[in-house]
């Protein structure tokens, strides 16, 4: 099924649980989405394609309040709440030979720095997967929706597309590309989801507030879970595994992907909290997803070839006993041959 971006498969600038579906599709069930991105003020004035959607999409007016243009939502037969949605990111393309990108007074992570807009629109060259930066240089790209997110909570209302929550959204993380799984919880019947805000390439922190933004294709599994223990956005690449967090001040975003990442190492390795928590110092790496969105983005990454069961017991972990600030005493593990490696 391909489901084409038009005035009357989008939505521009919100999520809302009581949006009727645009498309409906069986749970494993593939999809390719059409998207287009951009307000009239950065479309081309000529020498570049426009896909004509994008146009007919500005004649029904521009939302009072800023957001994303985004194609959906999309039902997926036997979704409900409580459910998770496994969303594989099977292919993503570019759909126009320019992007854009702009910064603006009062935006971005230095808002105060710049007193203008400068707005720059960027050729693309889908052959050879670049874009030619106005000094010259020759970017490559790396595309992937900034949003993909399903419906939020019936109670919330409509909701503004910008902030990223607990339904996913504007979760703008670079490592979302074609080969990579999204896990977003269900909240409403369907699980209603939509994509949209496509770019071409992006630095981790989109620090000026937009990364290359352009009109992508996507092809997308969306698969209904009930085997699994998310209830926040969770990703996996073919080699790593991604929590995050979302929140306003940065240290609770890094707070929240860290105690998610902990749980998960947690039950997937079979070893304590506390063990978890000094693995994740040990061998995952924090990183800042984006720093513009109001409700700021961190996710952390640790490899999956890590993650192999624990060889021994909890038991014959066990060296030392901590009592206040010191080591109270040694301890041996019970069992010499308990633990694979120890000979």
Known sequence: MILESSPETCHWGFFDAALNPVAE????????????????????????????ELLEIHKTGVPPMPGHILTGPVAVKGARPGDVLQVDILDVSLRQDWGYNFVR??????????????????????????????????LPL??????????????????????PRAHGGNLDNKELVAGSTLYLPVHA???????????????????????????????????VRRDMDVTYPEAETPAHLI???????????????????????????????????M?????????ITQTVNREKGVHMMIAKELLQPAACSGHAREAYVLQGEGVEEMREPADQGACLGRQ
Not at 32 to 52: D, Q, R
Not at 195 to 203: E, I, L, R, T
Not at 279 to 287: E, K, N, T, Y
Request: glycine share 12%.
């Open 25 to 52: 599709i069986e749970s494993g069930g593939e999809i390719t989405v059409n998207t287009v991105s951009g307000a009239p003020a950065v479309v081309p004035k000529e020498g570049f394609h426009v896909p004509p």
């Open 105 to 138: 007074p009062l935006a971005g992570t230095l808002p105060l720095d710049f007193d203008e807009t400068h707005l720059t629109i960027l050729p693309l060259d889908s052959v050879r997967g670049v874009a030619t930066m106005p000094w010259g240089l020759e």
């Open 142 to 163: 790396s595309p992937f929706f900034g949003v993909m997110g399903v419906a939020p909570p019936p109670g919330w209302g409509r909701i503004s597309t910008i902030e």
């Open 189 to 223: 019947e369907g699980a209603l989801f939509s994509c949209g805000d496509g770019h071409g390439v992006q630095g981790d922190g989109e620090v000026c507030v937009t990364a290359i933004e352009t009109a992508l294709q996507g092809r997308f599994r969306l698969t």
């Open 243 to 277: 929590t995050m967090g979302m929140h306003a001040d940065l240290d609770q975003a890094v707070e929240i992907a860290l105690r998610r990442m902990i749980t998960v190492i947690s039950d997937r390795v079979g070893i304590s909290k506390a063990e978890a928590y």
């Open 279 to 287: 693995f994740c110092s040990l061998a995952a790496d924090l990183r």
